[in-house]
DNA sequence: TCAAAAGTGTTTGCTATACACCCATGA
DNA sequence: TCATGGGTGTATAGCAAACACTTTTGA
């Protein structure tokens, strides 16, 4: 049994879809979570987590249902990034994607392969595969945002588990920025920001000096700051 | 003779808008291009101008086209600002509107009423008419947007004329920062962007000294600063 | 006792702000 | 000559960057 076109029109309508470029930290690594196409086209290439949105579905819910489909990831903070429609950019239909970009703490995934997608994987943004459709432009315009958006916001906090030590965050800034940072500077800058306190406990790590942990005062809220 | 619905698809589709929301200073007042609608939904009310995106149009095209046929508008600066998707926001069929914003020479307007718009008007921000769908809500986006970009961008020079003096350029500033700013060091941090150049010219403008006109170095380009 | 990361203040340069008077013109 | 906006410099405070040593632990 094959599906027979059931939705009409006075005029053509474009399919609109979502995609969403996770981001986590993972060994000191920016990383990007990919699956492989399991139909076409593009076929076996990677490709950004998204689909099609559902008719009465919100685009943000879109985002979030394709996301827990095609990887099993959930609870991660979600902004919009910006939307691509250019003529041609899907070789079936016209298809307007509205693009999101997330961050996730690298211990909550629970990422799992499903029907839509044939593997799920963690790609270093320093080494992508080829991928699918405009894909790549996009992750580089998620990248620039992302970056741009550590100077001037809390974003970056949204990478930290329940309770981190401030030499973790560092190490998370410094993945992002590609550079080292001044170590006293940089804590005095977290500090300032008010947005951390001490949970009184020690995180031992090896044979050197124990470390504060702290939790974040008001997780999932991202801040601008000055 | 009516139309036939004559595209069809396996699954529905929405449709897909652009709008627009054009920014201009007049009278050292931001204010907003609005069309009235003449047809439903929402006829006779103030609305952004906008409308269905072409099947092989780009987006940003759209908007621009848009504008033109509807407002007589053209060569403003126009960037993407946020696409707007919640299910109900137009009443007839789930529409899908990828919104932009631009900003215009208050001396470049060459306004007209058409087809789709019986009237086309300027309204201050801060006194708009009740608007059509959820125009009012995307004004406010923009308008944070804007006034976001001041600090870090070149943006408001693309408000300002062929030449302009640095008093013309420090009242729209004031404009859209709706404060007064201090003479000596707006004209510091002005010269110190190194974007702008005197004309050797001078305006002539009332009982008082004349003052040395401007022009942008790079017109046109908007650059990120800090 | 050694290696390794945690933790802690001060100095310095730069940037943003506050602030007041003379100039050139037309009425 | 008066009213009006044009045009100019300096002093100060606050913020960002540079910089080195002691502490605590496990091996």
Not at 57 to 82: I, N, P, S, W
Not at 86 to 114: C, N
Request: contains cysteine; aromatic residues 10%.
């Amino acid at each position: 049994m094959s599906l027979q076109p059931a939705y009409c029109y006075v005029y053509p309508h474009p399919a609109v879809t979502t995609d969403v470029v996770v981001f986590t930290i993972r060994g000191q690594r920016l990383e990007i979570l990919m699956i492989r196409r399991r139909s076409e086209p593009f076929r076996g290439s990677w490709a950004l987590p998204g689909g099609f949105v559902d008719i009465d579905e919100d685009l943000e819910a879109c985002a979030l249902r394709e996301l827990a489909e095609e990887t099993g990831v959930r609870g991660v903070y979600l902004e919009q990034l910006y939307t691509f429609g250019a003529p041609g950019r899907d070789p079936r239909e016209r298809v307007i994607s509205v693009a999101y970009y997330a961050l996730t703490r690298s211990d909550r995934l629970q990422m799992r392969a499903s029907s839509d997608a044939a593997e799920v994987a963690w790609f270093p943004v320093s080494a992508l595969p080829p991928l699918a459709f405009d894909h790549a432009h996009m992750i580089g315009f998620a990248h620039r945002r992302l970056t741009a958006k550590l100077d001037y916001s809390t974003i970056a906090f949204q990478f930290m588990p329940e309770t981190f030590t401030l030499g973790e965050l560092q190490r998370v800034y410094e993945a992002l920025l590609g550079e080292g940072l001044d170590k006293r500077n940089f804590r005095k800058r977290i500090l300032a920001l008010d947005r951390v306190e001490p949970t009184g406990g020690l995180r031992r790590n090896g044979s050197h000096r124990p470390a504060r942990t702290y939790r974040l005062k008001d997780p999932g809220r991202v801040e601008i700051i000055r």
